[in-house]
């Protein structure tokens, strides 16, 4: 039980970070250290997809709403590629709908950024 | 064992756990909370739900300030045919989260995820008891009742 972290991203492009497994208290940190060092290499527009993510927990999403108000304080954002009704499910319990772009596919959340 | 659930259906057993108060050892709790739950007829949905409010509440546990090493979450699962009851004990001495009216989103933004671990709870599941002691720890009773 893990969780695999993978960057990819091209110049003039949002970086992406597929999330790969579950995400809680115990490999939540292991995302944070990754979009911390992407927002500390300057990449201030991010695309997480969470379409591998098998679980997210509250920890989890206290992660991703960290690196989104550190980004905002760059003019950046974060975009969310999600189509699992369970994950989705607790962003909306949350209120986190509202907060982020939640999109169906890579290519869609990243336009929207451009 | 003290028996939790007031229901008159079938009770089918009850299943305890002890894991470390330790972020490594939640995933233990959720993969026999899923084991528990497959033995009743719950959705795939619902197991999910299970699932998800376990991980939280043990979570909770593992981030009470004041929890050490030797600290432990004590996990008990009351199989009845129409229902899972779930509780959820450590025996951390430390203040009540603070109910807050602040969005969740807004409590998230700031790493108040403890407050908003039993906010989710409380929606997933269908009944859900908090207590705290703060000279003993916390309990939490939540039950999912199998849909008909």
Redesign the interface.
């Known amino acids: 039980?893990d969780i695999k972290v993978q960057v990819h991203g091209q110049a003039g492009q949002p970086h992406v970070v597929e999330l790969t497994g579950?995400i809680?208290?115990?490999t939540s940190p292991k995302v944070k250290d990754v979009i911390t060092e992407l927002i500390d290499s300057g990449h201030y527009n991010l695309v997480i997809n969470l379409e591998k993510v098998r679980?997210i927990?509250?920890?989890g999403?206290?992660v991703l709403?960290?690196g989104l108000?550190r980004v905002r304080e760059h003019g950046g954002s974060v975009n969310l590629v999600c189509t699992n009704?369970?994950i989705r499910k607790?962003f909306d319990?949350?209120?986190?709908v509202?907060?982020f772009g939640i999109f169906d596919d890579e290519a869609a959340a990243s336009k929207a950024m451009m | 064992v003290t028996r939790t659930h007031a229901s008159q259906a079938e009770y089918l057993g009850t299943v305890e756990l002890r894991i470390p108060a330790k972020?490594?050892w939640?995933?233990v709790a959720?993969l026999a909370v899923s084991a528990a739950a497959n033995r009743l007829a719950f959705s795939f949905?619902d197991i999910?739900d299970i699932?998800?409010a376990l991980?939280?509440a043990?979570?909770n546990c593992?981030?009470h300030d004041g929890a050490s090493s030797e600290d432990a979450v004590d996990i008990t699962f009351e199989v009845r045919a129409d229902a899972l009851c779930i509780k959820v004990r450590d025996h951390v001495r430390h203040a009540q989260a603070q109910e807050s009216k602040v969005?969740?989103?807004s409590q998230?933004?700031d790493?108040r995820?403890e407050s908003?671990?039993l906010?989710?709870i409380q929606?997933?599941m269908d009944t859900v008891e908090h207590r705290v002691d703060a000279h003993v720890g916390t309990e939490l009773v939540m039950i999912k009742h199998v849909q008909v």
């Open positions: 039980l579950e809680d208290v115990y679980y927990d509250s920890t999403l206290g709403i960290g108000k009704p369970q607790i319990i949350t209120g986190l509202k907060i | 972020a490594e939640v995933a959720r949905e999910e699932k998800l991980t939280e043990c979570a593992c981030r969005p969740l989103a998230l933004r790493g995820t908003v671990g906010a989710v929606a997933l």
